[in-house]
C-alpha cells in the first residue's frame, strides 16, 4: 500500500486491522494528540469501560513545527528498532511495540495514558522519587550496551551502518550547534532578552567551545544514542519511568544523551521561578530538582562503573586507570551538552513549555537570560568542574 497519513477517521480501523489487540465487533474512538515538533499521533480507544487502547505514531515527510525542515519518514524505521532494543536491553524502561508497519511508517504501541510527560508533571511541582534511579539505570545499561566497551567491534560496526541518521543529525547540527550563535532566520527570540541573546553572536570563547562540542558530535560514533532525551521525552508515573521518541538515534557522544536529561532539569528549575511563585514549597521543589541533577549523574556513573567491571573483556580496555580518564571525559562532555541543550530552547525554533508558558514577560526574560548565563558556564567551565556538586554550585550561586 502506497503510504497516506491516516487520520482521526481512518487510525481506529487501521489499527484494529494491523495490530492483534481489539476484537473484531468492538467500537472505537481515535483523537490525534499528537504535540510534538515532527509526528502525527493517535490514540485509539474501544468505547467500552476499560476497554484496550494503542498508540499510533505516524511519520510525516517534514516537521510538523516548519515543514521546510526535511525529516525523511525511515525515521520511524529506526525509532521502531531503537524501541525493539530498549526493550532489549533496558527492560521495562520503554513503551511495548505492537506492530511496525514499513509502509506507512507507522508504530503501533503501547498507551501509556496512565502516565504524564515528564516536562509537564516538572511543570505541576510533582515529585517522582525514582527518576533519577531509573534514568542513571536507563544511560548506563543503553550506552554501556552500545559502546564498543560492552559490544563487539564488528556488530558495533554493522550497527553502526544501520543506524545512520543524516537528516534528523542536520536538524540537531543546525538548531543545537549553529542556529542560537547567530542570527539565524528560524530563531525566536523574545524582545527582552534580544541583547542578551546577540551577546553570545559575538563571544568567540562560548562559540569556539560550541563548536568543539558540535565536532565530537558529528565524528564520535561512541555509543548508540537516544539523539533527543529531553524531558518531553520520558513518561513518568510516581513509581515508573518509560523512555520513548527515540527517532533521532543515531551512533554518537554518550554526553549528549545525559546532557539533554541535565539541561532539562535546569531549565525546569529555573522556570519554577514563576510556577511556584506563590508556593512555601518553591525551594523544596528546586531543591528536588538538584538531586534529581546530581542522582542521574551519580546512578549513571556508578552503575556504568559496575557495568565495566563486570562486562568489560578486552585487557586494553580493562584498565582502571584508562576508565577514569573515560569517566572524566563523559562527565564534561555532558556538562558541555547540557548547556548546549539549555540555549537551544531560550533563542531557537523549538522551545519548551516550561519557559514559553511564563506569561509575566518580565519573570520570563529573567529565567531565559539565567539560562543563557548559566548554559555558557556550563559549556566553558567543563573540563574544569571537579565533581557534580561544583556543576550544581554554579546553578545555586547564579542570583536569580
Ligand atoms: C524540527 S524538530 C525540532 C526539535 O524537535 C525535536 O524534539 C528535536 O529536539 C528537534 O531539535
Ligand atoms: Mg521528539
Request: hydrophobic share 40%; charged share 25%.
Amino acid at each position: 500500500m502506497a503510504y497516506e497519513t491516516l487520520t482521526e477517521k481512518t487510525a481506529g480501523e487501521y489499527a484494529r486491522a494491523k495490530a492483534n489487540i481489539f476484537s473484531k465487533n468492538s467500537e472505537l474512538e481515535c483523537k490525534e494528540i499528537g504535540d510534538g515538533n515532527l509526528n502525527l499521533v493517535f490514540r485509539v480507544k474501544e468505547k467500552t469501560p476499560g476497554g484496550k487502547s494503542v498508540i499510533i505514531k505516524q511519520s510525516m515527510p517534514h516537521a510538523r513545527i516548519d515543514k521546510s525542515i526535511i525529516a525523511p519518514l525511515e525515521r520511524a524505521d529506526i525509532e521502531s528498532e531503537m524501541l525493539v532494543l530498549y526493550n532489549q536491553i533496558t527492560p521495562n524502561l520503554s513503551p511495548k511495540i505492537y506492530f511496525y508497519d514499513k509502509e506507512e511508517y507507522a508504530i503501533i504501541m503501547e498507551d501509556l495514558s496512565a502516565y504524564i510527560v515528564l516536562r509537564k508533571g516538572l511543570i505541576r511541582g510533582n515529585l517522582y522519587p525514582h527518576l533519577a534511579e531509573h534514568m542513571g539505570e536507563f544511560l548506563a545499561r543503553s550506552l554501556f550496551f552500545t559502546s564498543d566497551l560492552g559490544l563487539d567491534p564488528l556488530k558495533k560496526k554493522a550497527m553502526q551502518k544501520k543506524f545512520i541518521n543524516p537528516d534528523l543529525c542536520k536538524i540537531t547540527e543546525d538548531l543545537v550547534f549553529s542556529n542560537p550563535y547567530f542570527d539565524a532566520s528560524n530563531n525566536k527570540i523574545d524582545p527582552e532578552i534580544r541583547t542578551r541573546a546577540e551577546r553570545n553572536w559575538v563571544d568567540d570563547e562560548l562559540k569556539s567551545a560550541v563548536a568543539v562540542l558540535k565536532e565530537k558530535f558529528m565524528t564520535q560514533g561512541q555509543a548508540l544514542i537516544h539523539g533527543d532525551l529531553h524531558t518531553g521525552s520520558v513518561f513518568v508515573t510516581a513509581d515508573s519511568t518509560k523512555i520513548f521518541d527515540p527517532e533521532f538515534a543515531f551512533f554518537g557522544p554518550m554526553g549528549f544523551d545525559i546532557g539533554a536529561i541535565l539541561g532539562n532539569v535546569i531549565l525546569n528549575y529555573l522556570s519554577q521561578e514563576w510556577h511556584l511563585k506563590n508556593s512555601d514549597n518553591k525551594k523544596a521543589y528546586q531543591r528536588y530538582l538538584l538531586d534529581t541533577f546530581r542522582g542521574i549523574w551519580m546512578i549513571f556513573s556508578h552503575r556504568f562503573r559496575e557495568l565495566w567491571n563486570s562486562s568489560v573483556t578486552t585487557p586494553m580496555e580493562s584498565n582502571p586507570v584508562y576508565r577514569e580518564n573515560y569517566m572524566k571525559r563523559l562527565f564534561s562532555d555532558s556538562i558541555g551538552y547540557a548547556g548546549c541543550k539549555m540555549a537551544r530552547r531560550i533563542v531557537g525554533l523549538a522551545q519548551v513549555e516550561d519557559i514559553r508558558s511564563i506569561p509575566d514577560a518580565e519573570v520570563r526574560a529573567k529565567v531565559q537570560i539565567a539560562a543563557l548565563d548559566i548554559s555558557r558556564e556550563f559549556i566553558i567551565q567543563r573540563d574544569k568542574y571537579y565533581s557534580i556538586e561544583d556543576v550544581i554550585g554554579t546553578v545555586q550561586n547564579y542570583p536569580l
